[in-house]
Structure formats: C-alpha cells, structure tokens
C-alpha cells in the first residue's frame, strides 16, 4: 500500500449531503473484479446525465484532483469496497467530510485513502477554499490542512490507523508491525510443543521412509 505522509492538490468541491455508495459505484457494477479501471464507474449517473453543467470530476481543474470535499453522511448504505477501489482510482487520496459512513470510513484506510472528519465550522472553510480552484495540502505528519489562503485547519486520525498510512501498512502489515514479537513467541512455543508440525521437507521425507521400512519388517 502505497504511504501517504503529505499531499498537494486542487480539492473537488462535492457539498451535498447522504451521498451512499450506491451513488459513488453502482451496484451494476459490481461484478468487475479488477480494481484498475474502476473509476471509469464513479459517480456513474452524476457523470453522464445530460445537465448543463458537467460533474465536478469532469470539470477542469478538478478531473485531476486528489482530494475531495464532500457534505456530511459521505459514503453512507450499503458496505461495498469498491466505492472506495474506485475513488483511488481516480486518484483520489484524501476525502474530507463532516461526517462518514463507518463502513467506508474503515475502508477508506485500509486501501490507503486518508478520511478526514471535520466539525461544520472548518470543514464550511475547507469548502470554501476548495471551490477557489487553488491547491491546498493535507499534511498527516501534523494533522493540518494547510488552505490557499495559509490558513491551517487541524484534524485529528486514530493513532493506529496514521501510522499504518504513514508507513504504507495494510492491515496483515499493520499486524506484523505491531505484534510481531507476540507471533515470533508463539511460534517458538509451538516448535517446542509440536515440533513433528515443523519439520523442514528432508527431515518429513526421512520420517516418512523410516515409517514406510517399519511398516515392511
């Protein structure tokens, strides 16, 4: 999983509110099993109904923007991975919200995309300055977003889980990071236990022959 420590990108500016992850991925879609592509599906209806106006993901400069601004309740319904496999995508690498689906929250770090819950007064700011077009920077390292305007808006990521983005972790890494001097004394009590389910291959095929000679006497 790829490290995120800080980024610098114009943001998308979504503002509505009770977007599910049937309207970020399609249920139709859920069938394609390669994560690569799937952004091609993201905000599917928004993206190709016919309004005056184009999605804001289609929208220069925003069709290349790594970070999203969206209204409160963002990734609620059902729990499908792949509205998150497609926001990343996209290139989307940070999604910033008033509030998230606890599902896609969750899934949102384990496929190494920051979710950042802001309270209503700096995510309004957040909007704002994502809707001048200008970059800003998210850094993890200091929990601030850094605005156009220089301002710095502080947010705060479990311990656990800005530790596994920092260092790239998924979650069987995170594990083996964490725990790993747990699982190395477990396994040398184990050995000593049951040592016959340690066995390298030849000392298994020599144990296995001196049976197989016996079974003949």
Request: proline content about 6%.
């Amino acid at each position: 999983m790829e490290s995120f420590i800080s980024l610098t990108s114009v943001a998308a500016p979504l503002p509505d509110v009770d977007i599910n992850t049937d309207v970020i991925f399609p249920a139709r879609f859920l069938l394609l099993l390669n994560r690569q592509g799937l952004s091609q599906h993201l905000f599917h209806e928004r993206r190709k109904a016919a309004i005056p106006e184009r999605f804001v993901l289609d929208r220069p400069p925003f069709e290349k923007a790594q970070i999203l601004v969206a209204g409160r309740n963002f990734g609620c319904g059902s729990s499908r991975e792949q509205a998150v496999w497609a926001l990343a995508d996209f290139g989307i690498r940070c999604v910033i919200a008033p509030s998230f689906g606890e599902i896609f929250f969750a899934n949102c770090f384990r496929n190494g995309v920051l979710a950042v819950d802001l309270a209503e007064d700096p995510h309004r700011r957040v909007m704002s300055a994502a809707s001048t077009e200008k970059p800003m920077t998210v850094d993890l390292e200091s929990q601030a977003i850094r605005l156009p305007d220089g301002e710095s808006v502080a947010f705060r990521v479990d311990p656990h889980r800005r530790r596994a983005l920092l260092l790239g972790l998924d979650q069987i890494g995170s594990i083996l990071a964490d725990d790993i001097a747990d699982i190395d004394e477990f396994e040398r009590r184990h050995r000593a236990s049951a040592p016959w389910l340690h066995l390298s291959p030849e000392k298994f095929s020599g144990v296995a022959n001196a049976a197989k000679q016996g079974s003949h006497e």
